[in-house]
């Protein structure tokens, strides 16, 4: 089974600010990985998949980058809403499809 | 519009059965699989498993193997996971979500389960 982790497990930022969530798999996952954004008693919503490509209607301050086993989830600017608890999922080798613990984005 | 519908909370007691539906609308069921993804209180997501609606073939999470049973009703494109002899554990909201294969671009809006003596 692929273990995902996250890091760091929350990050304060400050609005405009740029956020930079890391994800690691324990091993590749060529670039099957996925993000999702969840906010408190909300289903998770998909932000990127295939590492970088932009589900639709997410915003383009959205970004994912990497390959392998690092990725890389960048909000350029951090508005209001992007306040949020933020998943990765490797989706090359499932069962299972694993998750990341999440990385808690808060305001500094 | 693609909208996933799920059953109601329940209170189960420990070494119970619980069977959530998710009913589909506003695209092909049979297009597309469900996977199901449950959140203990507090806690991250966990991958339960998949099926395809089209040919009803599941991929469970090894640690739910001979507890969790996906199956669909093409007939009213509902999808549905039992999970049996619950555990206090297994206490968490439990979600349908759509998607290609497992990327999950849609969601249902989750079905709380609560197992307490």
């Known amino acids: 089974e692929i273990v995902m982790t996250q890091s760091p497990a929350t990050l304060s930022v400050s609005p405009g600010e740029r956020a930079t969530l890391s994800c690691r798999a324990s091993?590749?996952?060529?670039?099957?990985l996925a993000w999702y954004q969840q906010k408190p008693g909300q289903a998770p919503r998909l932000l990127i998949y295939?590492?970088?490509t932009r589900a639709t209607g997410i915003p383009a301050r959205f970004s994912g980058s990497g390959s392998g086993t690092e990725f890389t989830l960048t909000i350029s600017s951090l508005q209001s809403e992007d306040f949020a608890v933020y998943y990765c999922?490797?989706?090359?080798?499932?069962?299972?499809?694993?998750f990341g613990p999440g990385t808690k984005v808060d305001i500094k | 519009q693609v909208q996933l519908v799920q059953s109601g909370a329940e209170v189960k007691k420990p070494g119970a059965s619980v069977k959530v539906s998710c009913k589909a609308s506003g695209y092909t069921f049979t297009s597309y699989g469900i996977s199901w993804v449950r959140q203990a209180p507090g806690q991250g997501l966990e991958w339960m498993g998949w099926i395809s609606a089209y040919n009803g073939n599941t991929n469970y999470a090894q640690k739910l193997q001979g507890r969790v049973t996906m199956t669909t009703d093409t007939s009213t494109s509902t999808a549905y996971m039992e999970l049996r002899s619950l555990r206090s554990d297994d206490t968490a909201v439990y979600y349908c979500a759509r998607g290609s294969g497992v990327i999950s671009r849609y969601w249902g809006q989750g079905t709380l389960v609560t197992v307490s003596s």
């Open positions: 295939g590492a970088s």
């Open positions: 999922q490797q989706y090359n080798n499932w069962p299972p499809a694993t």
């Open positions: 091993q590749s996952v060529s670039s099957n």
